[in-house]
């Protein structure tokens, strides 16, 4: 594939054990050129994500690629954020305690880089965001036009017709900023969204550990040092022996879309009560007679199946080559 040909990305992240993952799986995926990280709060601090987004790059020796720090507080200003530490490890990275990296954050805000590269390359960048949605309703509310002029926005995000992984409810990314959640869904920009129906399908065993630990891959060696923390949180919280490749998944979604399948329609996101965070799906089949919040909003892409078994293969290929 030309470099022209390679789908321009932007990764909204916000690392955590997965975000790791996605990122190296990105950064070796021929099909992708990532010419951005933006960070965001969510399984850390904004601050601390920064930190583990350049330490990163560096480990990938691909300190050339700009990280752009994004909000600290939610889309209304909110500060008490739920952070999930306790999946991760309180530095996000299986608390390795690695060395600060050398790299320091570019001038710009995410939501500014966003704008710019939006700008630069209308209707070629990819954002996939992979924490919660602050910087990219951050990046409407600075330019109403950035919907029509990004390509496409694949999201992590939204627990559709199964429970949340917060609560029954609510899905962790949406539950961060659903107020941020809900502007992003109906902005109208060309949106994929990936829910935990779809991540939780898509699981790295213990013997795929295995296969990994005895790999010389760069990557691969990486990973291992990081994941005893989240395959702990998995067997503890879920049972299972194995962790869930969320946000490799989201990544693999923006290179190779038809691993999966989707439906349209319209998404809201509650934004308080019991159920803020919950995403609601509608199929717009019924032509409903009162105008409602519900009313001519413009449909995303939800994804209803995956080629687990793919999704897999790609994830164990790209750690272990590297």
């Not at 630990?213 to 919280?237: P, T």
């Amino acid at each position: 594939m030309g470099e022209a040909e390679r789908k321009k990305i932007i990764i909204d992240t916000d690392p955590g054990i997965d975000d790791a993952m996605a990122i190296f799986i990105a950064l070796r995926s021929p099909d992708l050129e990532v010419i951005g990280l933006t960070t965001t709060h969510g399984n850390v601090y904004t601050t601390l994500a920064t930190r583990n987004a350049l330490h990163l790059l560096e480990i990938a020796g691909r300190s050339d690629i700009p990280v752009a720090e994004g909000s600290h507080a939610t889309i209304k200003k909110v500060t008490k954020l739920r952070i999930a530490s306790f999946v991760h490890g309180s530095d996000g990275l299986g608390n390795q305690n690695f060395p600060p990296p050398q790299g320091k954050a570019i001038d710009q805000s995410a939501a500014e880089f966003l704008v710019e590269k939006a700008n630069q390359f209308p209707g070629k960048v990819t954002v996939v965001a992979l924490g919660t949605l602050t910087n990219i309703a951050m990046a409407i509310e600075l330019d109403p036009g950035y919907p029509q002029k990004v390509g496409q926005i694949v999201i992590l995000g939204g627990a559709f017709s199964v429970n949340g992984n917060v609560n029954p409810a609510a899905e962790a990314n949406i539950f961060g900023d659903p107020d941020a959640a809900d502007i992003v869904f109906t902005s109208g920009a060309d949106i994929l969204t990936v829910g935990i129906n779809i991540t939780h399908q898509v699981i790295l065993t213990d013997a795929d550990r295995g296969k990994l630990e005895r790999s010389e891959g760069k990557f691969a060696q990486y990973i291992c040092k990081i994941l005893e923390f989240y395959f702990s949180y998995h067997r503890d919280a879920y049972g299972i022996k194995g962790v869930y490749l969320h946000d490799p998944t989201t990544v693999i979604a923006a290179a190779y879309p038809s691993l999966l399948t989707y439906t349209e329609g319209v998404v809201r996101v509650q934004t308080c009560g019991i159920t803020r965070g919950l995403t609601l799906f509608d199929n717009t089949k019924k032509r409903y007679a009162e105008i409602t919040e519900w009313s001519d909003k413009p449909k995303v892409k939800v994804a209803v199946t995956v080629d687990a078994p793919a999704v897999v293969e790609i994830v164990m290929d790209r750690l272990m080559n590297s």
